[in-house]
Protein backbone atom coordinates (compact mmCIF):
# COMPACT_ATOMS: atom_id res chain seq x y z
CA UNK A 1 0.00 0.00 0.00
CA UNK A 2 1.70 3.42 -0.94
CA UNK A 3 0.52 6.57 0.33
CA UNK A 4 0.68 9.56 -1.00
CA UNK A 5 0.07 13.65 -0.04
CA UNK A 6 0.68 15.74 -3.01
CA UNK A 7 -0.47 18.08 -5.16
CA UNK A 8 -0.97 17.01 -8.85
CA UNK A 9 -1.83 19.04 -11.61
CA UNK A 10 -3.54 16.71 -14.66
CA UNK A 11 -3.90 17.34 -18.29
CA UNK A 12 -7.27 15.98 -18.69
CA UNK A 13 -9.56 16.12 -22.04
CA UNK A 14 -11.65 19.39 -20.65
CA UNK A 15 -8.21 21.03 -19.46
CA UNK A 16 -5.84 21.39 -16.51
CA UNK A 17 -7.29 20.31 -13.12
CA UNK A 18 -4.92 20.59 -9.80
CA UNK A 19 -5.92 18.43 -7.36
CA UNK A 20 -4.43 17.50 -3.52
CA UNK A 21 -3.94 13.67 -3.62
CA UNK A 22 -3.78 12.25 -0.10
CA UNK A 23 -3.90 8.75 1.57
CA UNK A 24 -3.55 5.35 0.67
CA UNK A 25 -3.74 4.66 -2.94
CA UNK A 26 -5.57 1.47 -2.80
CA UNK A 27 -7.62 2.82 0.41
CA UNK A 28 -11.74 3.80 -0.50
CA UNK A 29 -11.84 6.96 -2.44
CA UNK A 30 -13.59 10.41 -1.42
CA UNK A 31 -13.77 13.34 -3.37
CA UNK A 32 -13.87 16.67 -0.99
CA UNK A 33 -15.67 19.66 -2.66
CA UNK A 34 -15.00 22.89 -0.96
CA UNK A 35 -16.62 26.28 -1.71
CA UNK A 36 -15.29 28.93 -4.18
CA UNK A 37 -11.57 28.69 -4.22
CA UNK A 38 -11.28 26.89 -1.26
CA UNK A 39 -9.64 23.60 -0.22
CA UNK A 40 -9.87 23.96 3.50
CA UNK A 41 -12.10 21.12 4.32
CA UNK A 42 -10.03 19.08 2.00
CA UNK A 43 -6.93 19.90 3.28
CA UNK A 44 -7.87 18.87 6.80
CA UNK A 45 -9.73 15.71 5.54
CA UNK A 46 -5.51 14.92 3.90
CA UNK A 47 -4.07 15.56 7.30
CA UNK A 48 -5.87 12.04 8.70
CA UNK A 49 -6.34 10.28 5.38
CA UNK A 50 -3.66 7.77 6.38
CA UNK A 51 -5.09 7.43 9.87
CA UNK A 52 -8.39 6.76 8.73
CA UNK A 53 -7.71 4.45 5.74
CA UNK A 54 -9.32 6.72 3.41
CA UNK A 55 -7.49 8.42 -0.18
CA UNK A 56 -8.65 11.79 -0.48
CA UNK A 57 -9.16 14.14 -3.85
CA UNK A 58 -9.54 17.68 -3.16
CA UNK A 59 -9.58 19.41 -6.73
CA UNK A 60 -9.75 23.01 -7.16
CA UNK A 61 -13.06 23.75 -9.04
CA UNK A 62 -12.42 24.49 -12.78
CA UNK A 63 -11.78 28.33 -13.32
CA UNK A 64 -9.80 28.64 -9.66
CA UNK A 65 -6.32 28.64 -9.36
CA UNK A 66 -4.33 26.44 -11.81
CA UNK A 67 -7.39 24.24 -13.12
CA UNK A 68 -8.58 25.71 -16.05
CA UNK A 69 -11.64 26.76 -16.97
CA UNK A 70 -14.54 25.02 -18.80
CA UNK A 71 -17.59 25.87 -20.68
CA UNK A 72 -21.07 25.88 -19.55
CA UNK A 73 -22.54 25.85 -16.14
CA UNK A 74 -20.60 24.61 -13.46
CA UNK A 75 -23.29 22.61 -12.41
CA UNK A 76 -23.14 20.63 -15.83
CA UNK A 77 -19.21 20.83 -16.09
CA UNK A 78 -17.96 19.56 -12.78
CA UNK A 79 -19.46 15.94 -13.38
CA UNK A 80 -17.84 15.99 -16.62
CA UNK A 81 -14.22 16.90 -15.07
CA UNK A 82 -14.88 14.20 -12.38
CA UNK A 83 -15.26 11.65 -14.44
CA UNK A 84 -12.25 12.33 -15.77
CA UNK A 85 -10.55 12.85 -13.12
CA UNK A 86 -11.75 9.21 -11.58
CA UNK A 87 -10.47 8.04 -15.15
CA UNK A 88 -7.20 9.54 -14.82
CA UNK A 89 -7.07 8.56 -11.00
CA UNK A 90 -8.28 4.59 -12.23
CA UNK A 91 -10.82 5.07 -9.43
CA UNK A 92 -14.42 3.41 -10.38
CA UNK A 93 -16.16 4.65 -7.67
CA UNK A 94 -15.84 6.92 -4.81
CA UNK A 95 -17.67 8.90 -2.33
CA UNK A 96 -18.47 13.06 -2.31
CA UNK A 97 -18.22 15.39 0.00
CA UNK A 98 -19.37 18.95 -0.22
CA UNK A 99 -18.83 22.07 1.85
CA UNK A 100 -20.77 25.38 1.21
CA UNK A 101 -20.71 26.28 -2.32
CA UNK A 102 -19.21 22.96 -2.95
CA UNK A 103 -22.69 21.51 -2.07
CA UNK A 104 -24.61 21.73 -5.31
CA UNK A 105 -21.59 20.41 -6.84
CA UNK A 106 -21.98 17.55 -4.66
CA UNK A 107 -25.73 17.22 -5.51
CA UNK A 108 -24.82 17.58 -9.19
CA UNK A 109 -22.08 14.93 -9.68
CA UNK A 110 -24.19 12.47 -7.79
CA UNK A 111 -27.11 12.73 -9.69
CA UNK A 112 -24.98 12.82 -13.05
CA UNK A 113 -23.00 9.82 -12.07
CA UNK A 114 -24.78 7.26 -10.28
CA UNK A 115 -22.40 4.55 -11.15
CA UNK A 116 -19.71 6.59 -9.90
CA UNK A 117 -20.71 8.12 -6.74
CA UNK A 118 -21.77 5.75 -3.93
CA UNK A 119 -21.89 7.85 -1.46
CA UNK A 120 -22.77 11.64 -0.84
CA UNK A 121 -22.31 14.03 2.13
CA UNK A 122 -22.55 17.40 2.56
CA UNK A 123 -21.31 20.11 5.27
CA UNK A 124 -22.74 23.35 5.59
CA UNK A 125 -24.46 24.01 2.67
CA UNK A 126 -24.77 27.45 1.02
CA UNK A 127 -28.26 28.74 0.54
CA UNK A 128 -29.80 29.62 -2.71
CA UNK A 129 -28.05 33.08 -3.97
CA UNK A 130 -31.29 34.58 -4.01
CA UNK A 131 -31.88 33.80 -0.50
CA UNK A 132 -29.08 35.44 0.65
CA UNK A 133 -31.27 38.56 2.67
CA UNK A 134 -32.56 35.03 4.29
CA UNK A 135 -29.32 35.00 6.29
CA UNK A 136 -28.98 37.47 9.03
CA UNK A 137 -25.87 36.33 10.37
CA UNK A 138 -24.00 36.39 6.97
CA UNK A 139 -21.41 39.27 6.60
CA UNK A 140 -22.71 42.22 4.76
CA UNK A 141 -20.73 42.37 1.96
CA UNK A 142 -21.25 38.41 1.20
CA UNK A 143 -24.88 39.28 1.33
CA UNK A 144 -24.38 41.42 -1.30
CA UNK A 145 -22.17 39.67 -3.47
CA UNK A 146 -24.71 36.73 -3.39
CA UNK A 147 -27.11 38.97 -4.15
CA UNK A 148 -25.17 40.50 -7.26
CA UNK A 149 -24.41 36.84 -8.08
CA UNK A 150 -28.12 36.01 -8.26
CA UNK A 151 -28.52 39.32 -10.53
CA UNK A 152 -25.49 39.39 -12.58
CA UNK A 153 -24.10 36.22 -12.89
CA UNK A 154 -20.75 37.07 -14.43
CA UNK A 155 -19.77 40.08 -11.98
CA UNK A 156 -20.98 38.14 -8.94
CA UNK A 157 -18.84 35.28 -10.39
CA UNK A 158 -15.90 37.40 -10.40
CA UNK A 159 -16.84 38.50 -6.84
CA UNK A 160 -16.83 35.12 -5.52
CA UNK A 161 -13.42 34.17 -7.36
CA UNK A 162 -12.21 37.26 -5.26
CA UNK A 163 -14.06 35.76 -1.83
CA UNK A 164 -11.89 32.66 -2.88
CA UNK A 165 -8.38 33.77 -3.33
CA UNK A 166 -9.06 36.36 -0.09
CA UNK A 167 -10.40 32.58 2.16
CA UNK A 168 -7.54 30.79 0.73
CA UNK A 169 -4.53 33.06 2.61
Known amino acids: TSSTHRE ?4 LAGGRLDYLDAGPDDASSVIVLDGYGSRLLGEMAAERSDHVGLRIISPDRPGYWSSA ?3 GSPLQ ?7 ELLDHLGIEEASVVGSSA ?3 LTFA ?3 ALPARISRVAIVGPISPFADANGMPD ?3 AQRRSFQMAARLPSVGGASMRVMGVVGRR
Open 8 to 11: VLAD
Open 69 to 71: RRS
Open 77 to 83: AWPEACV
Open 102 to 104: GCP
Open 109 to 111: TAA
Open 138 to 140: MHP
